[in-house]
């Protein structure tokens, strides 16, 4: 690959992580001030896909994939929620999980469940590292089984 195919390729997958971050920031604004994904979505397109906030979060966001990412979990959080229930340890509750927490696990869940042609085990990655990038301790270990079990359970022939 030639240094301007490569360079290409890392700014495709910056802008996706920035469009995954950026979504699981609306799923949790949308559920601590109760607002509706269409508005969320417009704010979020008209002042943070751009990387240009106080976050840290460089670079621009896809903003297909954050729209589908936050569209697609509200269409279809009852599933989702179901979804992760079943494949959390014993003794979690989603409701029980911080807000944060819930909106990642939502969004992965989202990817895993309706985007086929995504390998899992990127997707689990991606979402592992994010988590990191919202908590300090075993949270990312915590999001990695849960959607590890998940992923098996769902895409049994990549495992």
Request: aromatic share 8%; hydrophobic share 40%.
């Given at each position: ?34 607002m509706g994904a269409r508005r969320v979505i417009e704010e979020f397109k008209e002042n943070r ?87 300090s301790g075993p949270e990312p270990g915590f999001v990695n089984a849960a959607l590890e079990a998940?992923?098996?359970?769902q895409r049994k022939d990549e495992f």
């Amino acid at each position: 690959m030639n240094k301007a195919a490569q360079k290409h390729a890392e700014d495709h997958a910056a802008s996706r992580r920035a469009a995954r971050l950026r979504a699981i920031q609306a799923l949790f604004q949308m559920e601590m001030g109760g607002m509706g994904a269409r508005r969320v979505i417009e704010e979020f397109k008209e002042n943070r896909l751009d990387g240009g906030d106080d976050t840290g979060v460089s670079g621009q966001a896809d903003p297909k994939l954050f729209e589908k990412l936050v569209q697609g979990v509200v269409e279809y959080q009852s599933g989702i929620d179901d979804s992760i229930r079943s494949h959390l340890a014993k003794n979690w509750r989603l409701d029980r999980l911080d807000t944060t927490m819930r909106a990642l696990l939502r969004a992965a869940s989202f990817e895993l469940l309706y985007f086929p042609q995504k390998p899992a085990r990127a997707i689990l990655d991606e979402y592992v590292d994010l988590a990191g990038d919202f908590f300090s301790g075993p949270e990312p270990g915590f999001v990695n089984a849960a959607l590890e079990a998940l992923a098996r359970d769902q895409r049994k022939d990549e495992f």
